[in-house]
């Protein structure tokens, strides 16, 4: 990527000289970095292209090191360390391995040229391996020739208008029907509100949080309260995409234990939020609705997780099948088709960072987005920027988003924020049999590894 | 867009019509943005050749059209870096003519009601230049969307009649009316084809009237202004904010709201500085670099942003900033909704007349001249000395790289600018050099964020830019005759030393001059040299104080500090004491230094500054002892971005800190909404 | 940072070759913050360094890029030089354009201009280096080894005997371990109680050795310097205090016939017992799972007897802290067991009769009958009835070199044990015909060969290279069949006596002793060194050391040797008061209030962090109110992967020469030329 028109890289390109590829290798200190120094001491001879970024350890890597290698114009990246037993830290490459097979899936997703970023083990004692990787690298960047498609998202800069063609994924607008309509909804709602009442009456809460519906449109709206009178307030979630357990983050929200409406979503959310510690089980106090909307009773943890679960139908995820096809469409379509489809879905993002706060995984008390130093992802609401907030987004999601599609309907732009989601739950169960929020005695599948994950395409 | 006298008949256009009509605009080399429908509702968006306005007419599309006048990212400024070198320059004006075929009048209104404020004292080339080139084709409402739609409480004609260059009014068997309101719309027109047959006035008037008639007026503007004011301390805020999210959603999605932060990146040597939309909602809006933050929580944010809507904005620039499209409400992702909460503010409330808070006078006004098209250009400076004043302060002396632009560069005493690291961004610090020491200015800055630590990666000899000077000045010269008392805390020193040089350069026109400055530590004291000086001149009361407290293992370092030549302060009588002025450096901190110190407010002007909880305390002290509010000044630091009035982030009531500030006096302060 | 200086070195011709370095020299000042720069032809030697002394006091430089060879080579160098001129020694740092750039690429060009980008990447860097500090660690002077076999002993005495306090843990009511199961020792046949028993007795008296028997370790905290390790005493029933060792108690218990396990099954002991007669301490423990009065609340005859009141019933377990600075695992092995006590160990050789065939015993159930204080007193009888075997058949390999068994290593001591079993065979038995099958004979060692040769030759036992297929009773003698590879001739002999040298294995709760030191291991549970060749002796687990056959099989003076390595390892460690480490550790956000850190508290890093270095942490405020728990880099622990900040979704934590910060620079550096 280049602000100006990559003029001088096209017409090197399209002139008769040789392309010369730049490319970035991040390499473990111990034993890439080792071996390419062998490779020097033995006087082996490769291409000038690549650029070594030393790291202590692959675990060290993050993947934005390497999207900001591709925005800042390399044309291939390559990531190597010890092989996998050999890390200095013991097991520092085994978490890189997870971590790079879900980026290459999501980079798979997303269209990128997957040949464009190599993955290696490549120990102190490999010169020859550093030498010939490094060569066959060269020479398969030389043939593809220079990556235009990071270029073609900076050219996307500041584009006044939502782009020509992209699908909006938005949700429309649904307006709840008032409960006094229907004696059943009506019965079911005060169900819930006087279970929730009495448990505020007996102090086995502090707060609830529920539903109620906006005064001016009739749509589900999270409420919190903290009095018994107020509980009549409190509605059904109706068809609502919201999740509750992201008002476990509220700021203003400290008090425990709270008591929640929980509904499969929430029960997900709530079973990852418990694996990383962000909520314990005496916080909250479970009031479990199914989704036809009738009140389940105040459950404990586990009996929640089954009733809910069973109410479910076994779905394991809360992608909708919708959202599913539209997943198996888009991973169908060739790669350029792909990458295009992303391209125009990402030109649609305002940066309102409304899918990141309505998701109930997004719990960072300051977002990499919010940072400076350095600054994770171009501030821009423009293709660079938009691409590295997704991407970076949805991989820190991955093998934690529950798929309540919070995200998609909060998204006023109709992105299509909640299919990258998806696609990546598949990975996560494809490669690593994992499902987000099944359970809350789950590892976190990024700070896990194990010793046989999948290997294959590192070299 | 110039209103034309001669009145048009309105003409009827086929719906196919209207699809040629687009492509003769497209061929005529407009880009055309226009409502085209999905499966599940409309969306502006730009017509390729051959497209159709195929949303015409069906609802309101999801977005507005806000950035065809302002651009989600909007690049400013160009950098670039060749070895040690840079040079700034514009981005190219983006040239093409933009048609917004089919907009609704509550979109149609937004670039009018931004101009004001984009116009004011300084110009914004860039909305300008796009709001020049866009041609508006409005398209009458006949129904309120939903319950949202409540434009006709804010003023906007949902039929659009007189509005943008061309209003199209639906008819009902399926044509529209199209009446040219500009000469503009005039030529655009002209491009239509074939006129079609005229419409009947009377039955236009009838069918306008009636969608007038089918949006309900549901609130008084005037009773929720007063309203607003009226209950600006009300637990309702904080009721009304809890399902908020804290996500840019509302401000995004409005056509109006306009505040944006300004950021730069770098790719390889080429960089680019732009605005970016940024919302009030955000935490980070804002968060001062200490951590403090104004507007701590999503009630206090929420209720900026009705304030600045209802209130603020009306009482400036006479206008609501809402068009009524109801948008806020339907796109949020948690329900919040803003005309229920305005409803309720209204009710009961009564019609003020006037501003509900006066415009601070106090700092007076420095007139604008902007020297160039682009007043986010900055100057490119030299770094002519670098000075450390502390481990983690420093002070730059910088000089114009174009010694030109020198000559027509003046600042006055209190004005402030934006210094920018090249390919990292800006920071705003008070100009800490006198006006009347010219040929230079300097800057006083602690490492705190990302520019300040670029900043202090510079050296002699390196570029770097500033922008300004902004805001008003210390009324210096109204000051004359008078005794002056300077009160400043830590890093706060630096703000003030532009005055303080001043009033020392013109020392027979004041009286007594007494300072009194304090730090946490010995070393913590900024301007080391300066003070050395002061401290020897017999016309200059300095007194400085340090506040070693006991640490945190108990150790209390009292003693070693008085061994050191700062002995305490007799707490047990602080009001009695009057200090010996032969021992001016103490431990204390710097309320109770200035109550020792006893200062009279007879004929004396305070100026004071520092972190808020240092100004808290010392305005009671200056209280105590009888000074009166409005003479006591202050300059603050309020969290900015533009430095010229439009990026929205110093609005604070009324004022926009940047361009009514930042000098105020405790009187006006104290007026102001505790938001500081 | 603002004044950074460039060398570039020529290395002789080594990178001028193909690097223009005196172009280069000038290029580089087009880096921003670049202030001065200077090729030399080398930079590392004695001018060149001086040439880098005067630059950094003259220019006042505030970082140096030295660009040269690989850093591997001369890192520390030239960060000695800059610590000599006054600069923080990591403000300095090596671009590498020898190894990486000169001497892998011919067209001078190109790799000019590859130099340039290493040296800017590496300016970009230091910019944004900080000032560190070694961190200091303080040390407790005081060791504790867990394992009281011959390993721990040897450790344990060693470092008491370099006036080093030490904690010694045993499992079993006695020191001693498998060594003084043995009846004697190849390749010299002494005895192996009469060497064994003065040392256990030294270890007993030693006034700087505590000893804990009994008793296992229930959890380890801290660092290396500074650990904190929870032993839990078992409750022996017994006060050691009181008790006197008279034995009258062990004499009176009606519960008489369970099995000894000092015996490996063969003889029989009370539930009130002392493993064997030399045991240190030499005073009993109850076998509660054994005890009449602990199983069905009736009996209590040891109580009524003992004159001192020594039994106490009510006896509770006991958590004891210590203190130490270093560890030393000498956690030993156990053997691939057969008979009832460990039947469960030999299920994968049904071909060998399960362990049901009585006749058929295990290496160290041959060694307690030839053992003098065994339970023949050194009489070879076989179990089944008693009597004198005149065939014994010994069989090799039993579960070792047998991937089909899960075992793929070999067990190191069997040939020799089995050498020697023949040997003491012959001895005692000198009718007795010795068989053994073997793969190979593998006796290399000081005397090995020259043992094994003399089973067979001077001795007479038959070496027969071959496996046996299955074990089978037939009358009163197990029939073994199996084949002769050397002849191709199917053999099948009876035997009165199976011997089966079965595989050295891990402990069983191996693996629950290296995750309780963070020590790592390997497939097959033994405890994994730091580096198989130049650091056997440590573990990944800084200040952790491993002694004996908890690494791999080995034999005894092996392990002596490795005790006493490890011991002399602690030694070093403890030389110095203070330890002083790398200061490239991770740290975790801290902000004063109202944000206090933006660590969330998930603990993702602490999942991913290999040796335990996250902590948690309170956060209070002003009135001691809990604001929230995050996560803590205990810098003694940390390694600086940095795996925990790639991990960290909002990068709370950050590691200390490889920032962020710094890595986003040195890659915006590739673009900017």
Same mark, same amino acid.
């Given at each position: 990527?280049?602000?100006?028109?990559?003029?001088?890289?096209?017409?090197?390109?399209?002139?008769?000289?040789?392309?010369?590829?730049?490319?970035?290798?991040?390499?473990?200190?111990? !034993?890439?970095?080792?071996?390419?120094?062998?490779?020097?001491?033995?006087?082996?001879? &490769?291409?000038?292209?690549?650029?070594?970024?030393?790291?202590?350890?692959?675990?060290?890597?993050?993947?934005?090191?390497?999207?900001?290698?591709?925005?800042?114009?390399?044309?291939?990246?390559?990531?190597?360390?010890?092989?996998?037993?050999? !890390?200095? &830290?013991?097991?520092?490459?085994?978490?890189?391995?997870?971590? +790079?097979?879900?980026?290459?899936?999501?980079?798979?997703?997303?269209?990128?040229?997957?040949?464009?970023?190599?993955?290696?083990?490549?120990?102190?004692?490999?010169?020859?391996? +550093?030498?010939?990787?490094?060569?066959?690298?060269?020479?398969?960047?030389?043939?593809?020739?220079?990556?235009?498609?990071?270029?073609?998202?900076?050219?996307?800069?500041?584009?006044?208008?939502?782009?020509?063609?992209?699908?909006?994924?938005?949700?429309?607008?649904?307006?709840?029907?008032?409960?006094?309509?229907?004696?059943?909804?009506?019965?079911?709602?005060?169900?819930?509100?006087?279970?929730?009442?009495?448990?505020?009456?007996?102090?086995?809460?502090?707060?609830?949080?529920? +539903?109620?519906?906006?005064?001016?449109?009739?749509?589900?709206?999270?409420?919190?309260?903290?009095?018994?009178?107020?509980?009549?307030?409190?509605?059904?979630?109706?068809?609502?995409?919201?999740?509750?357990?992201?008002?476990?983050?509220?700021?203003?929200?400290?008090?425990?234990?709270? %008591?929640?409406?929980?509904?499969?979503?929430?029960?997900?959310?709530?079973?990852?939020?418990?694996?990383?510690?962000?909520?314990?089980?005496?916080?909250?106090?479970?009031?479990?609705?199914?989704?036809?909307?009738?009140?389940?009773?105040?459950?404990?943890?586990?009996?929640?997780?089954?009733?809910?679960?069973?109410?479910?139908?076994?779905?394991?995820?809360?992608?909708?099948?919708?959202?599913?096809?539209?997943?198996?469409?888009?991973?169908?379509?060739?790669?350029?088709?792909?990458?295009?489809?992303?391209?125009?879905?990402?030109?649609?993002?305002?940066? !309102? &960072?409304?899918?990141?706060?309505?998701?109930?995984?997004?719990? !960072?008390?300051?977002?990499?987005?919010?940072?400076?130093?350095?600054?994770?992802?171009?501030?821009?609401?423009?293709?660079? %920027?938009?691409?590295?907030?997704?991407?970076?987004?949805?991989?820190?999601?991955?093998?934690?988003?529950?798929?309540?599609?919070?995200?998609?309907?909060?998204?006023?732009?109709?992105?299509?924020?909640?299919?990258? %989601?998806?696609?990546?739950?598949?990975?996560?169960?494809?490669?690593?049999?994992?499902?987000?929020?099944?359970?809350?005695?789950?590892?976190?599948?990024?700070?896990?590894?194990?010793?046989?994950?999948?290997?294959?395409?590192?070299? | 867009?110039?209103?034309?006298?001669?009145?048009?008949?309105?003409?009827?256009?086929?719906?196919?019509?209207?699809?040629?009509?687009?492509?003769?605009?497209?061929?005529?080399?407009?880009?055309?943005?226009?409502?085209?429908?999905?499966?599940?509702?409309?969306?502006?968006?730009?017509?390729?050749?051959?497209?159709?306005?195929?949303?015409?007419?069906?609802?309101?599309?999801?977005?507005? =059209?806000?950035?065809?006048?302002?651009?989600?990212?909007?690049?400013?400024?160009?950098?670039?870096?060749?070895?040690?070198?840079?040079?700034?320059?514009?981005?190219?004006?983006?040239?093409?003519?933009?048609?917004?075929?089919?907009?609704?009048?509550?979109?149609?209104?937004?670039?009018?009601?931004?101009?004001?404020?984009?116009?004011?004292?300084?110009?914004?080339?860039?909305?300008?230049?796009?709001?020049?080139?866009?041609?508006?084709?409005?398209?009458?409402?006949?129904?309120?969307?939903?319950?949202?739609?409540?434009?006709?409480?804010?003023?906007?004609?949902?039929?659009?009649?007189?509005?943008?260059?061309?209003?199209?009014?639906?008819?009902?068997?399926?044509?529209?009316?199209?009446? /040219?309101?500009?000469?503009?719309?005039?030529?655009?027109?002209?491009?239509?084809?074939?006129?079609?047959?005229?419409?009947?006035?009377?039955?236009?008037?009838?069918?306008?009237?009636?969608?007038?008639?089918?949006?309900? $007026?549901?609130?008084?503007?005037?009773?929720?202004?007063?309203?607003?004011?009226?209950?600006?301390?009300?637990?309702?805020?904080?009721?009304?904010?809890?399902?908020?999210?804290?996500?840019?959603?509302?401000?995004?999605?409005?056509?109006?709201?306009?505040?944006?932060?300004?950021?730069?990146?770098?790719?390889?040597?080429?960089?680019?500085?732009?605005?970016?939309?940024?919302?009030?909602?955000?935490?980070?809006?804002?968060?001062?670099?200490?951590?403090?933050?104004?507007?701590?929580?999503?009630?206090?944010?929420?209720?900026?942003?009705?304030?600045?809507?209802?209130?603020?904005?009306?009482?400036?620039?006479?206008?609501?900033?809402?068009?009524?499209?109801?948008?806020?409400?339907?796109?949020?992702?948690?329900?919040?909704?803003?005309?229920?909460?305005?409803?309720? $503010?209204?009710?009961?409330?009564?019609?003020?007349?006037?501003?509900?808070?006066?415009?601070?006078?106090?700092?007076?006004?420095?007139?604008?001249?902007?020297?160039?098209?682009? =007043?986010?250009?900055?100057?490119?400076?030299?770094?002519?000395?670098?000075?450390?004043?502390?481990?983690?302060?420093?002070?730059?002396?910088?000089?114009?790289?174009?010694?030109?632009?020198?000559?027509?560069?003046?600042?006055? *005493?209190?004005?402030?600018?934006?210094?920018? /690291?090249?390919?990292?961004?800006?920071?705003?610090?008070?100009?800490?050099?006198?006006?009347?020491?010219?040929?230079?200015?300097?800057?006083?800055?602690?490492?705190?964020?990302?520019?300040?630590?670029?900043?202090?990666?510079?050296?002699?000899?390196?570029?770097?830019?500033?922008?300004?000077?902004?805001?008003?000045?210390?009324?210096?010269?109204?000051?004359?005759?008078?005794?002056?008392?300077?009160?400043?805390?830590?890093?706060?020193?630096?703000?003030?030393?532009? $005055?303080?040089?001043?009033?020392?350069?013109?020392?027979?026109?004041?009286?007594?001059?007494?300072?009194?400055?304090?730090?946490?530590?010995?070393?913590?004291?900024?301007?080391?040299?300066?003070?050395?000086?002061?401290?020897?001149?017999?016309?200059?009361?300095?007194?400085?104080?340090?506040?070693?407290?006991?640490?945190?293992?108990?150790?209390?370092?009292?003693?070693?500090?008085?061994?050191?030549?700062?002995?305490?302060?007799?707490?047990?009588?602080?009001?009695?004491?009057?200090?010996?002025?032969?021992?001016?450096?103490?431990?204390?901190? *710097?309320?109770?230094?200035?109550?020792?110190?006893?200062?009279?407010?007879?004929?004396?002007?305070?100026?004071?500054?520092?972190?808020? $909880?240092?100004?808290?305390?010392?305005?009671?002290?200056?209280?105590?002892?009888?000074?009166?509010?409005?003479?006591?000044?202050?300059?603050?630091?309020?969290?900015?971005?533009?430095?010229?009035?439009?990026?929205?982030?110093?609005?604070?009531?009324?004022?926009? *800190?940047?361009?009514?500030?930042?000098?105020?006096?405790?009187?006006?302060?104290?007026?102001? =909404? =505790?938001?500081? | 940072?603002?004044?950074?200086?460039?060398?570039?070195?020529?290395?002789?011709?080594?990178?001028?070759?193909?690097?223009?370095?005196?172009?280069?020299?000038?290029?580089?000042?087009?880096?921003?913050?670049?202030?001065?720069?200077?090729?030399?032809?080398?930079?590392?030697?004695?001018?060149?360094?001086?040439?880098?002394?005067?630059?950094?006091?003259?220019?006042?430089?505030?970082?140096?890029?030295?660009?040269?060879?690989?850093?591997?080579?001369?890192?520390?160098?030239?960060?000695?030089?800059?610590?000599?001129? #006054?600069?923080?020694?990591?403000?300095?740092?090596?671009?590498?354009?020898?190894?990486?750039?000169?001497?892998?690429?011919?067209?001078?060009?190109?790799?000019?201009?590859? @130099?340039?980008?290493?040296?800017?990447?590496?300016?970009?860097?230091?910019?944004?280096?900080?000032?560190?500090?070694?961190?200091?660690?303080?040390?407790?002077?005081?060791?504790?080894?867990?394992?009281?076999?011959?390993?721990?002993?040897?450790?344990?005495?060693?470092?008491?005997?370099?006036?080093?306090?030490?904690?010694?843990?045993?499992?079993?009511?006695?020191?001693?371990?498998?060594?003084?199961?043995?009846?004697?020792?190849?390749?010299?046949?002494?005895?192996?109680?009469?060497?064994?028993?003065?040392?256990?007795?030294?270890?007993?008296?030693?006034?700087?050795?505590?000893?804990?028997?009994?008793?296992?370790?229930?959890?380890?905290?801290?660092?290396?310097?500074?650990?904190?390790?929870?032993?839990?005493?078992?409750?022996?029933?017994?006060?050691?205090?009181?008790?006197?060792?008279?034995?009258?108690?062990?004499?009176?218990?009606?519960?008489?016939?369970?099995?000894?396990?000092?015996?490996? #099954?063969?003889?029989?002991?009370?539930?009130?017992?002392?493993?064997?007669?030399?045991?240190?301490?030499?005073?009993?423990?109850?076998?509660?799972?054994?005890?009449?009065?602990?199983?069905?609340?009736?009996? #209590?005859?040891?109580?009524?007897?003992?004159?001192?009141?020594?039994?106490?019933?009510?006896?509770?377990?006991?958590?004891?802290?210590?203190?130490?600075?270093?560890?030393?695992?000498?956690?030993?092995?156990?053997?691939?067991?057969?008979?009832?006590?460990?039947?469960?160990?030999?299920?994968?050789?049904?071909?060998?009769?399960?362990?049901?065939?009585?006749?058929?015993?295990?290496?160290?159930?041959?060694?307690?009958?030839?053992?003098?204080?065994?339970?023949?007193?050194?009489?070879?009888?076989?179990? @089944?009835?008693?009597?004198?075997?005149?065939?014994?058949?010994?069989?090799?390999?039993?579960?070792?070199?047998?991937?089909?068994?899960?075992?793929?290593?070999?067990?190191?001591?069997?040939?020799?044990?089995?050498?020697?079993?023949?040997?003491?065979?012959?001895?005692?038995?000198?009718?007795?015909?010795?068989?053994?099958?073997?793969?190979?004979?593998?006796?290399?060692?000081?005397?090995?060969?020259?043992?094994?040769?003399?089973?067979?030759?001077?001795?007479?036992?038959?070496?027969?290279?071959?496996?046996?297929?299955?074990?089978?009773?037939?009358?009163?003698?197990?029939?073994?069949?199996?084949?002769?590879?050397?002849?191709?001739?199917?053999?099948?002999?009876?035997?009165?006596?199976?011997?089966?040298?079965?595989?050295?294995?891990?402990?069983?709760?191996?693996?629950?002793?290296?995750?309780?030191?963070?020590?790592?291991?390997?497939?097959?549970?033994?405890?994994?060194?730091?580096?198989?060749?130049?650091?056997?002796?440590?573990?990944?687990?800084?200040?952790?050391?491993?002694?004996?056959?908890?690494?791999?099989?080995?034999?005894?003076?092996?392990?002596?040797?490795?005790? @006493?390595?490890?011991? @002399?390892?602690?030694?070093?460690?403890?030389?110095?008061?203070?330890?002083?480490?790398?200061?490239?550790?991770?740290?975790?956000?801290?902000?004063?209030?109202?944000?206090?850190?933006?660590?969330?508290?998930?603990?993702?890093?602490?999942?991913?962090?290999?040796?335990?270095?996250?902590?948690?942490?309170?956060?209070?405020?002003?009135?001691?109110?809990?604001?929230?728990?995050?996560?803590?880099?205990?810098?003694?622990?940390?390694?600086?992967?940095?795996?925990?900040?790639?991990?960290?979704?909002?990068?709370?934590?950050?590691?200390? #020469?490889?920032?962020?910060?710094?890595?986003?620079?040195?890659?915006?550096?590739?673009?900017?030329?």
């Amino acid at each position: 990527m280049t602000v100006a028109a990559p003029a001088a890289a096209d017409a090197a390109a399209s002139a008769n000289t040789v392309f010369e590829p730049r490319l970035v290798a991040f390499v473990c200190k111990w !034993c890439t970095y080792a071996g390419a120094d062998l490779a020097g001491t033995s006087r082996m001879l &490769y291409p000038p292209n690549v650029r070594v970024i030393k790291l202590p350890c692959t675990g060290r890597i993050d993947i934005a090191f390497i999207i900001r290698a591709f925005s800042q114009g390399a044309d291939g990246v390559i990531v190597s360390g010890c092989h996998p037993g050999d !890390c200095h &830290y013991s097991a520092g490459n085994f978490r890189a391995r997870r971590r +790079w097979t879900l980026f290459r899936d999501l980079l798979d997703i997303l269209g990128f040229d997957l040949r464009r970023f190599q993955c290696a083990w490549i120990s102190a004692a490999e010169g020859t391996k +550093w030498a010939a990787t490094i060569r066959d690298f060269t020479e398969e960047m030389r043939a593809l020739g220079p990556y235009t498609a990071m270029r073609q998202l900076a050219g996307e800069r500041g584009a006044p208008v939502a782009p020509r063609a992209a699908v909006w994924h938005g949700r429309p607008a649904r307006r709840e029907p008032e409960p006094s309509a229907d004696p059943a909804t009506r019965a079911r709602s005060e169900a819930l509100a006087g279970a929730i009442a009495a448990a505020l009456t007996d102090k086995s809460i502090a707060a609830a949080v529920g +539903w109620t519906l906006s005064p001016t449109l009739r749509r589900p709206r999270p409420l919190w309260i903290t009095a018994p009178e107020e509980a009549d307030r409190l509605g059904l979630p109706g068809d609502s995409d919201g999740n509750l357990a992201r008002l476990l983050k509220h700021p203003q929200l400290t008090v425990r234990p709270l %008591g929640m409406v929980v509904r499969h979503a929430e029960m997900q959310a709530l079973n990852v939020l418990r694996q990383e510690s962000q909520v314990a089980e005496q916080d909250v106090v479970l009031f479990a609705v199914a989704r036809d909307g009738r009140f389940l009773g105040r459950l404990d943890w586990d009996a929640a997780v089954a009733a809910l679960a069973a109410d479910a139908e076994g779905r394991v995820n809360g992608f909708s099948p919708e959202v599913e096809a539209e997943v198996s469409r888009v991973l169908a379509l060739p790669s350029a088709e792909r990458w295009d489809y992303w391209r125009t879905q990402f030109a649609r993002c305002i940066k !309102c &960072y409304a899918c990141r706060n309505s998701c109930p995984m997004c719990g !960072c008390e300051v977002c990499l987005a919010d940072k400076n130093q350095p600054q994770w992802f171009p501030t821009a609401a423009d293709g660079p %920027g938009n691409f590295a907030w997704h991407v970076i987004r949805a991989f820190h999601l991955a093998g934690r988003c529950v798929g309540c599609g919070a995200c998609q309907a909060a998204c006023p732009a109709g992105v299509a924020v909640n299919l990258l %989601g998806a696609a990546l739950a598949r990975s996560a169960a494809g490669h690593f049999g994992h499902h987000a929020g099944a359970s809350h005695q789950d590892l976190p599948l990024q700070a896990a590894f194990r010793t046989d994950d999948r290997e294959s395409f590192i070299k | 867009m110039t209103a034309t006298t001669a009145s048009r008949p309105a003409t009827i256009l086929s719906r196919a019509a209207l699809d040629t009509w687009c492509a003769a605009l497209i061929a005529d080399g407009r880009r055309v943005v226009a409502p085209v429908a999905g499966a599940t509702g409309v969306d502006y968006q730009e017509l390729a050749a051959g497209g159709i306005p195929s949303g015409l007419g069906e609802g309101l599309p999801h977005q507005s =059209p806000k950035a065809t006048w302002f651009p989600r990212t909007e690049p400013i400024l160009r950098l670039e870096r060749k070895g040690q070198e840079w040079t700034v320059s514009d981005p190219d004006a983006d040239q093409t003519r933009t048609v917004l075929f089919g907009v609704r009048a509550c979109d149609a209104l937004a670039p009018e009601i931004l101009a004001p404020l984009f116009g004011w004292d300084w110009h914004d080339p860039f909305f300008e230049n796009r709001r020049a080139r866009l041609a508006l084709v409005v398209l009458g409402c006949t129904k309120a969307v939903d319950e949202a739609c409540f434009c006709t409480s804010v003023g906007t004609d949902p039929s659009g009649t007189g509005i943008g260059d061309v209003t199209l009014t639906p008819l009902a068997e399926g044509s529209f009316a199209a009446e /040219a309101n500009s000469d503009e719309g005039e030529r655009l027109l002209a491009l239509a084809g074939a006129a079609g047959a005229p419409a009947d006035p009377a039955a236009l008037a009838r069918t306008r009237a009636d969608a007038r008639a089918a949006v309900p $007026v549901r609130f008084d503007p005037e009773q929720a202004r007063a309203g607003l004011a009226a209950r600006f301390g009300d637990k309702l805020w904080e009721k009304v904010s809890r399902s908020c999210l804290a996500c840019g959603t509302c401000a995004f999605s409005c056509p109006v709201c306009h505040c944006f932060d300004i950021q730069e990146e770098m790719c390889g040597c080429q960089g680019v500085r732009q605005k970016n939309w940024d919302a009030c909602a955000f935490p980070h809006f804002t968060l001062h670099t200490s951590g403090h933050n104004p507007r701590p929580d999503q009630g206090t944010r929420w209720r900026q942003r009705l304030n600045h809507k209802f209130r603020y904005f009306p009482e400036k620039f006479d206008r609501t900033l809402c068009t009524g499209c109801g948008r806020c409400l339907r796109l949020c992702p948690a329900g919040m909704d803003m005309l229920a909460d305005l409803q309720v $503010v209204a009710e009961g409330a009564q019609a003020a007349a006037g501003p509900t808070v006066p415009m601070p006078t106090a700092g007076p006004a420095v007139a604008v001249t902007q020297a160039q098209d682009n =007043p986010y250009r900055p100057y490119r400076m030299r770094i002519v000395q670098v000075r450390d004043e502390t481990p983690d302060v420093r002070t730059l002396r910088l000089e114009f790289a174009d010694p030109e632009q020198a000559t027509g560069f003046s600042f006055q *005493v209190g004005q402030f600018g934006l210094y920018s /690291a090249f390919g990292e961004g800006e920071s705003t610090f008070c100009i800490a050099s006198s006006p009347s020491r010219s040929g230079y200015i300097e800057c006083t800055f602690r490492q705190a964020g990302r520019v300040t630590r670029a900043l202090r990666r510079l050296d002699v000899g390196d570029l770097m830019g500033f922008r300004g000077p902004y805001g008003n000045r210390f009324p210096v010269e109204r000051w004359k005759g008078k005794h002056l008392l300077f009160i400043a805390g830590g890093i706060a020193l630096p703000p003030m030393r532009c $005055v303080i040089q001043w009033c020392l350069d013109h020392r027979a026109d004041y009286r007594d001059i007494t300072i009194v400055y304090g730090a946490r530590t010995p070393r913590d004291l900024v301007y080391q040299d300066e003070l050395a000086e002061w401290e020897r001149r017999d016309d200059v009361n300095l007194w400085l104080g340090i506040d070693w407290k006991p640490r945190a293992d108990g150790k209390d370092l009292s003693d070693q500090a008085a061994a050191e030549g700062w002995p305490a302060i007799n707490q047990a009588e602080p009001g009695a004491t009057v200090l010996d002025p032969a021992q001016r450096r103490r431990t204390a901190f *710097v309320p109770q230094l200035v109550e020792a110190v006893k200062p009279s407010p007879a004929d004396t002007v305070a100026v004071l500054c520092g972190p808020p $909880v240092m100004i808290n305390f010392t305005m009671q002290v200056l209280k105590k002892v009888g000074f009166a509010p409005d003479d006591v000044y202050t300059t603050l630091e309020n969290r900015m971005k533009c430095g010229i009035g439009k990026c929205g982030r110093c609005n604070v009531g009324p004022v926009y *800190v940047c361009k009514e500030g930042p000098v105020f006096t405790a009187a006006e302060i104290a007026r102001l =909404p =505790p938001e500081l | 940072m603002a004044r950074i200086g460039v060398f570039i070195c020529h290395c002789g011709e080594n990178i001028a070759r193909t690097v223009d370095c005196s172009s280069l020299a000038k290029a580089v000042l087009g880096i921003p913050g670049v202030r001065f720069a200077v090729d030399y032809k080398y930079t590392c030697s004695d001018p060149g360094q001086q040439m880098i002394l005067a630059a950094i006091r003259e220019q006042r430089l505030d970082g140096i890029v030295v660009a040269a060879c690989s850093p591997s080579m001369h890192e520390a160098t030239f960060r000695k030089a800059a610590m000599i001129a #006054g600069l923080n020694p990591y403000l300095c740092e090596v671009a590498n354009i020898r190894e990486h750039c000169s001497w892998v690429h011919d067209d001078k060009p190109a790799a000019t201009a590859k @130099s340039l980008d290493l040296i800017r990447i590496m300016v970009e860097k230091v910019k944004r280096n900080q000032e560190l500090k070694p961190i200091k660690v303080p040390i407790t002077r005081r060791a504790l080894v867990v394992g009281g076999g011959i390993s721990g002993i040897q450790s344990a005495l060693d470092l008491a005997n370099a006036g080093i306090p030490v904690a010694l843990v045993e499992r079993e009511p006695s020191i001693g371990g498998h060594m003084a199961q043995l009846s004697e020792t190849f390749p010299t046949l002494d005895c192996s109680q009469c060497i064994m028993t003065p040392r256990m007795v030294e270890v007993a008296q030693h006034p700087l050795i505590t000893l804990h028997t009994y008793s296992e370790i229930e959890k380890v905290d801290g660092y290396i310097g500074n650990f904190t390790v929870t032993v839990r005493k078992k409750a022996r029933s017994v006060d050691l205090k009181k008790c006197t060792g008279c034995g009258t108690c062990m004499q009176k218990c009606p519960q008489k016939k369970l099995p000894s396990s000092f015996d490996a #099954g063969l003889g029989q002991r009370t539930a009130i017992y002392v493993p064997f007669p030399q045991a240190v301490p030499n005073k009993p423990v109850i076998d509660r799972a054994n005890c009449t009065r602990f199983t069905t609340g009736r009996c #209590g005859v040891c109580q009524k007897v003992c004159g001192p009141g020594a039994i106490d019933f009510e006896q509770q377990d006991e958590l004891v802290e210590e203190k130490v600075g270093a560890v030393v695992l000498a956690t030993g092995f156990q053997l691939y067991g057969i008979g009832e006590q460990s039947e469960k160990m030999l299920k994968g050789y049904p071909e060998y009769g399960h362990g049901h065939i009585k006749d058929v015993i295990d290496g160290m159930q041959f060694e307690r009958l030839a053992s003098a204080s065994g339970p023949t007193a050194g009489e070879i009888r076989r179990p @089944s009835d008693g009597t004198v075997p005149k065939t014994v058949v010994f069989l090799q390999c039993v579960g070792s070199r047998d991937p089909a068994k899960g075992i793929s290593y070999c067990s190191k001591i069997c040939c020799m044990y089995t050498a020697k079993h023949t040997i003491l065979y012959k001895h005692k038995v000198h009718d007795g015909k010795a068989v053994v099958f073997y793969m190979d004979i593998r006796a290399a060692g000081k005397g090995y060969d020259e043992f094994t040769r003399r089973a067979i030759e001077d001795d007479g036992a038959l070496y027969l290279r071959g496996r046996v297929s299955r074990l089978y009773q037939d009358g009163g003698q197990v029939v073994v069949s199996g084949v002769d590879t050397l002849s191709g001739r199917n053999v099948e002999l009876r035997a009165d006596l199976v011997v089966l040298a079965t595989a050295v294995r891990p402990q069983p709760d191996a693996r629950t002793t290296a995750q309780l030191f963070s020590v790592g291991y390997d497939a097959s549970g033994f405890l994994n060194e730091a580096h198989p060749k130049l650091r056997p002796v440590e573990t990944a687990a800084a200040g952790v050391f491993l002694a004996g056959a908890c690494q791999a099989p080995k034999d005894i003076p092996e392990s002596v040797a490795q005790a @006493s390595a490890a011991a @002399s390892k602690v030694q070093i460690l403890f030389s110095k008061s203070e330890l002083e480490r790398e200061p490239t550790v991770a740290r975790v956000h801290r902000a004063a209030p109202p944000l206090y850190s933006i660590c969330q508290g998930c603990f993702a890093c602490a999942g991913a962090c290999p040796y335990q270095a996250i902590e948690h942490e309170e956060l209070k405020d002003r009135r001691g109110q809990v604001i929230k728990t995050v996560a803590r880099v205990n810098p003694g622990l940390c390694q600086g992967c940095g795996t925990c900040v790639a991990t960290c979704r909002n990068k709370a934590v950050d590691l200390d #020469g490889y920032t962020d910060d710094q890595v986003f620079a040195e890659i915006a550096a590739l673009g900017a030329n």
